[in-house]
């Protein structure tokens, strides 16, 4: 199966709904260690695509990324908005093809991920969006490399990314405002952990809806 950017409006959209369908519990997240304007600054970059999605779903898939990433950096703001910039930038550099296979997409996102383990300074374990964004790009290229159809991999990345958000909670956040609170940070999920989780879900739940049965 191949995809093209033409999927990008509909999407764009879920992730909106999903947005303000979660925006209390993410905003009392950030308000328990940051500084409560997460899901503020993620509603500003949704509404920066929505206004573009027309344009981006014309786009090759690298313009489509370049032209979302430019967007999230430039609408959102706060360290989240540099960083889903990066993720976007970061794909969009890695992206030769016009339509994307699973094992195309598996690559194109590790090195998205990659870019943002650089901007951010940051590793697995430090209580951030990478706690989901890393198993999940692992989980990708695995069931790319195994040949697993979409719909298995659409399932394993939905419990690598509900486990690496659910993971946060325990961990000590060592970068971003959280980290101001050293221990008093543990016990609490990680707001960027739970948005990443929240729309990577939503993206792959609306795939798995189109797969033909
Ligand atoms: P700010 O921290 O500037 O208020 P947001 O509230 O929008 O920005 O985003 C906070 C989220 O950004 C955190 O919950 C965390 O997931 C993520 N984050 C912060 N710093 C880093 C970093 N260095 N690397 C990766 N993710 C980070
Ligand atoms: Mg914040």
């Given at each position: 199966?191949?995809f ?108 998205g991920?990659?870019?943002v ?92 809806a189109?797969?033909?049965?």
């Amino acid at each position: 199966m191949k995809f093209t950017p033409s999927l990008l409006p509909n999407l764009i959209q879920l992730i909106a709904n999903v947005l303000v369908q979660n925006t209390e519990e993410v905003a009392a997240l950030d308000q328990a260690i940051g500084d409560g304007d997460h899901m503020v600054n993620l509603q500003r970059g949704i509404n920066g695509l929505l206004a573009e999605s027309a344009g981006i779903a014309q786009l090759d898939w690298a313009a489509a990324f370049k032209k979302i990433g430019m967007t999230l950096m430039t609408a959102m703001g706060g360290a989240s908005g540099s960083l889903y910039g990066t993720l976007f930038i970061g794909m969009s550099k890695a992206t030769k093809q016009s339509e994307l296979t699973l094992p195309d997409f598996a690559e194109i996102f590790s090195e998205g991920v990659q870019a943002v383990k650089q901007r951010g300074k940051a590793a697995a374990g430090e209580k951030t969006m990478l706690d989901v964004l890393i198993p999940v790009a692992e989980r990708l290229r695995k069931g790319a490399l195994a040949s697993m159809t979409l719909a298995e991999v659409i399932s394993d990345i939905t419990s690598a990314a509900i486990a690496g958000m659910e993971s946060t909670r325990d961990m000590v956040a060592t970068k971003g405002r959280a980290s101001f609170l050293e221990e008093r940070s543990r016990g609490h999920i990680d707001p960027g952990a739970r948005t990443c989780q929240l729309i990577i879900c939503v993206i792959v739940n609306e795939l798995a809806a189109q797969l033909p049965t």
